[in-house]
């Protein structure tokens, strides 16, 4: 098996696994945060197969993995919960925005180090080039 085809089964797989999430996580969820889980998701298996990838490769993969979370934030900045929830349903919504926070943030974390770990590879190797 090529490359591709093992990150586009990984990739299916990393997207199937978040329908599987307990439904007690999915219930608090409204429908915004379903879909920003899934976008993390989705955005987590570019950082990995950023992580996996090496010269031009991994910087391409890294860029899109950082446009990914730069619009996650941007989408999450502006997320509200609904008028008229009960005070336990606020409460609920705000833990799962914090849980989607907090994945963000680690992995923006790991792209920093990703970038960090990128920028101190010896520029000769031909693998690599800047845009």
Not at 30 to 41: I, N, P
Not at 45 to 64: F, P, T
Request: hydrophobic share 40%; aromatic share 0%; glycine share 4%.
């Amino acid at each position: 098996m090529n490359k591709q085809t093992i990150h586009k089964i990984i990739a299916t797989i990393t997207v199937c696994s978040v329908g599987l999430l307990s439904t007690s996580a999915i219930a608090a969820q409204d429908e915004s945060q379903r879909l920003m889980t899934q976008r993390v998701a989705q955005a987590k298996q570019k950082l990995q197969q950023a992580e996996a990838a090496k010269g031009a490769e991994r910087q391409k993969l890294s860029e899109e993995h950082l446009k990914m979370m730069q619009e996650a934030m941007e989408k999450m900045q502006a997320m509200k919960p609904k008028a008229g929830m009960t005070a336990q349903e606020s409460e609920d919504w705000i833990k799962q925005h914090q849980k989607l926070m907090d994945d963000v943030i680690g992995q923006m974390t790991a792209e920093n180090h990703l970038m960090m770990d990128m920028s101190s590879m010896p520029m000769g190797s031909g693998d690599m080039h800047m845009h």
